[in-house]
Structures are given as C-alpha cells and as structure tokens.
C-alpha cells in the first residue's frame, strides 16, 4: 500500500471573475445583443465564481496582451512557447511545496496543455535539481483524468520498490488555448477552464504528518457510446476540445455500475465512503452523478468548492479537491474516499483511498 501526501495546489497570478470573462468573451464572439444575453446567462450558472490564467491577456480592452494580441489568432508555434514559459515556474512552485526534503528517485509530469521533448520532465529535473540518475516518465495528452494514470503509475513503483520516493507534478495551462470559435463545444471549453499546477508525494512509507491518503485501489472503464462526445485534438492553430452537451447524460447513464464494480473490488459499500471526490468537469456533470447516485450537494462540497473556486483544471483538478478534504478539520486517515475523474474516450477512471 502506497500513501499519498504532501499535496501542494498552485495558481498562476492573473486572477478573472467569471463575469468579467464573460464580457470578454462576448466582444470575442462579436455577438448581438441577444447572443450576448445567453451568453451571460450561461457563465452566470456555471457554478464558478473565479478563473486564474497565466496570461493578462483577458482583462478587457485595456488588457496587456501578450499571446493573443492581434487580429489574428496565435498558432501552436506561439502557443506552445507560451505555454513552456509559463508551465515551468507554476510547476516548479507545486514541486518545491510538496517535495520538501524528500530524496526524490522518481518524477513524474502529467500536462495535456503542451508539449515538446525535451519536455516538461527534463526542464523541471533541472530547476529541482534533481539527480540526473532520477526515473522520469510523462503522462501526456490523456485530459481530465491523466492524475489517476500518474498515481497508479507512482503506486505501482512503490509496491515493487519500498525504498521509492516519488514526485508527481502536474500543469495545465488550458487558456493559452483559448480560440474565437462559436461552436458550442469551443464555448463550453471557454466557459469552463482555466490554468493551474498540482503536485504530491507518494512513497510506501507512512508519513508523520496526519494529513495523508493511504492508496486502495483504481478501477476504469470507457463508454465507447461517448468516443466522440469528448476529446482533445491537435488542431494547425490550437489544441481543440470536444465537449458536447450528452456528456453528463452518458455519465449518468454508466456511472451507477461503474461505482459498483469498484466498490465491489475494494469489499465496499457505498454507506462506507466518507467523502466522495468527483471532478468538476462541470457544473451538469456533477448535479447528473448526484441525481444518479443519490448523492447530495454536501456530499459533493469539495467538488463544487473547487469548481466555485477556479473551474476545471484539467489533469491538476484532481488534488485541488483532494485537498480540500485533507485539510478539513475533521479528516482523519481512516475514512474512504471515493475519487473519479472523466476524459476523452469517454473514459472514467476510479480511486479508493484510505481502505
């Protein structure tokens, strides 16, 4: 059994109210005034309340723009050194915070926001000055749920190794992404993302403090009715996600079973789970898993806390959540949580901890 601990949750400077944004998006759009009315609507019932991105560039008209500062939108070229010169220090800063003092032999980066090789992994081995003798492996371009890839990933180095100290470090920078398009799968990504870094410990050793997860078990299953309803494609401009509205709707549909069957693997009921730690991938998603799982609101707070707090992050949303359960006065190691998270495929992956 692994444990998972030292969880560090970062975001960058530039920090957006949803309805400022909204604005913005509105004069993007070049919408009428009835266009602009929805809009607004729509952003007003997202559930966010802030955003966080690494560009100033959404600050309204007056906004020192520094990516999208022409009449023309930026290519991946742009976008990419965009990304690489804001990715590195938000991650470093995640690094620093969760690995302390611990002699780290493996690093793992998750992003699906950008990529290159060299990439992420050996740029942030040289700013944590780690030994080069470090084991490194990427999980890339996986979206929403590539953090419980990277913890299976962590878990299963400290079963084979006891002696395993391992650093797992994730970023996305969704906004330098942004594009113009009025589809509504493009103004859904627009609505919903923003930019932030995640980072944890995990080694087979029980660490000292009390704030810590104790790793179960995973399971996952892709709903191949939902290959097309969710995806995230290289696009000659930008990464381009696909997000249509029968997401939740799918969700909802497979997501009793899926929650059985890793119950079941675990010898758990669901009356066993303390705390249930759902990504946000929306405010549709998560009233859906609810309604379907007879799951209130207040079962559900840590994921709607930290979609009212900064939307979706992608991969990093994770831990967000995560650790707002850790840090509530009452947590103790003992009680289960049930984690999921859901991405392009349409795949679920799950976690149970503290079993």
């Given at each position: 059994m692994g444990y998972l601990y030292n969880l560090s949750c970062c975001l960058p400077n530039h920090e957006f109210a949803q309805m400022d944004l909204a604005n913005y998006m509105q004069e993007q759009y070049n919408f009428d005034d009835s266009?602009?009315?929805?809009?607004?609507?729509?952003?007003?019932?997202?559930?966010?309340?802030?955003?966080?991105?690494?560009?100033?560039?959404?600050?309204?008209?007056?906004?020192?723009?520094?990516?999208?500062?022409?009449?023309?939108?930026?290519?991946i070229s742009e976008r990419m050194s965009a990304y690489f010169e804001h990715a590195v220090p938000l991650a470093k800063k995640a690094a620093l915070e969760s690995m302390g003092n611990e002699p780290i032999t493996h690093l793992i980066t998750v992003s699906c926001t950008g990529m290159a090789a060299?990439?992420?992994?050996?740029?942030?081995?040289?700013?944590l000055k780690l030994s080069e003798n470090t084991q490194r492996t990427s999980v890339n371009f996986m979206g929403c749920y590539a953090m419980f890839h990277a913890l299976k990933i962590a878990n299963a180095f400290v079963e084979s190794d006891s002696h395993a100290k391992v650093l797992i470090v994730a970023v996305e920078l969704c906004t330098i992404h942004f594009t113009k398009d009025n589809t509504p799968e493009q103004m859904a990504a627009n609505l919903l993302f923003g930019d932030g870094?995640?980072?944890?410990?995990?080694?087979?050793?029980?660490?000292?403090?009390?704030k810590f997860f104790s790793i179960g078990s995973f399971h996952s299953r892709v709903i191949p009715k939902g290959s097309n309803d969710m995806a995230w494609?290289?696009?000659?401009?930008?990464?381009?996600?696909?997000?249509?509205a029968y997401v939740p709707q799918l969700l909802e549909e497979g997501i009793s079973g899926i929650v059985s069957s890793a119950l079941i693997k675990s010898s758990l009921e669901k009356e066993d789970i303390f705390h249930w730690a759902f990504h946000p991938g929306g405010r549709k998603i998560l009233e859906h898993l609810g309604k379907e799982l007879?799951?209130?609101?207040?079962?559900?707070?840590?994921?709607?806390?930290?979609?009212?707090?900064?939307?979706?992050?992608?991969?990093?949303?994770?831990?967000?959540?995560l650790n707002e359960i850790l840090q509530k006065e009452n947590y103790q190691a003992n009680q289960p949580v049930f984690s999921a998270g859901f991405g392009p495929g349409l795949t679920v992956e799950t976690m149970i901890l503290n079993k």
């Open positions: 266009e602009k009315s929805k809009l607004r609507t729509m952003y007003q019932r997202s559930g966010i309340e802030k955003r966080h991105s690494c560009l100033p560039d959404f600050n309204g008209i007056k906004a020192d723009k520094t990516l999208f500062k022409g009449k023309t939108e930026p290519g060299p990439g992420l992994d050996i740029m942030l081995l040289k700013e870094a995640s980072a944890c410990m995990v080694s087979k050793s029980k660490p000292k403090t009390k494609r290289i696009h000659e401009k930008s990464f381009l996600m696909t997000l249509s007879a799951l209130n609101r207040n079962q559900l707070w840590a994921s709607y806390e930290v979609m009212r707090k900064v939307g979706n992050l992608s991969s990093v949303t994770l831990l967000f959540v």
